[in-house]
């Protein structure tokens, strides 16, 4: 069953996190993300229709990164019910699918829960201060639409921060798998 996003209320601070790169090693923390626009995407491997948008998020990392738009992935999956999401499966994936930004991995659930995460795919763009612009879906493609992936929803939100503006307040909750939380804090989602 599909599961929307909680959509977490616009101008809320970026969250602070410090969890690592399963592709490189490398420890990523929010503070690098500021002072320019960024994109934090919560993602796993095995979700339908993250598989979905799978090419066009590597597109899309290519494009934030030509603009110099700071993007990071999150996997928050519980990795002992769902072992395909396990962060050597998830450096696998990244390598696999061309994603040119760090795929990170959330392994106590924390920064799912500071972002308010409900679903795989969901997006969270800040401006350049850290404070939330736009969230929701990535598009209006889903895996049983005949709509292309294309990211426009997304795009749409950084292209107005980039030119000076503010993306548009109407903003649509993504779709997707629900994030696969521990047992332990199966209540807290």
Request: include cysteine; charged fraction near 20%.
């Amino acid at each position: 069953m599909a599961v929307p996003s909680n959509m977490l209320p616009l101008g809320t601070p970026l969250p602070s996190f410090r969890l690592k790169d399963t592709f490189s090693g490398r420890t990523v923390a929010s503070d690098e993300l500021l002072g320019r626009p960024s994109v934090v995407a919560f993602i796993c491997n095995h979700c339908p229709y993250v598989k979905h948008i799978r090419a066009g998020l590597a597109d899309f990392g290519r494009f934030c990164a030509e603009r110099g738009v700071a993007l990071v992935a999150v996997s928050a999956n519980d990795v002992v019910s769902h072992p395909e999401d396990a962060p050597d499966k998830m450096a696998l994936e990244a390598k696999t699918a061309g994603y040119a930004f760090p795929y990170l991995f959330d392994e106590t659930q924390s920064v799912a829960r500071a972002f308010d995460a409900a679903c795989t795919p969901e997006f969270y763009v800040f401006d350049a201060t850290g404070k939330l612009a736009y969230r929701g879906q990535f598009d209006d493609a889903r895996p049983k639409n005949e709509v292309p992936v294309s990211g426009a929803d997304v795009r749409a939100a950084l292209e107005a921060l980039l030119t000076g503006g503010k993306p548009s307040a109407e903003q649509k909750p993504s779709v997707g798998c629900s994030i696969k939380w521990k047992a332990s804090s199966a209540d807290a989602g």
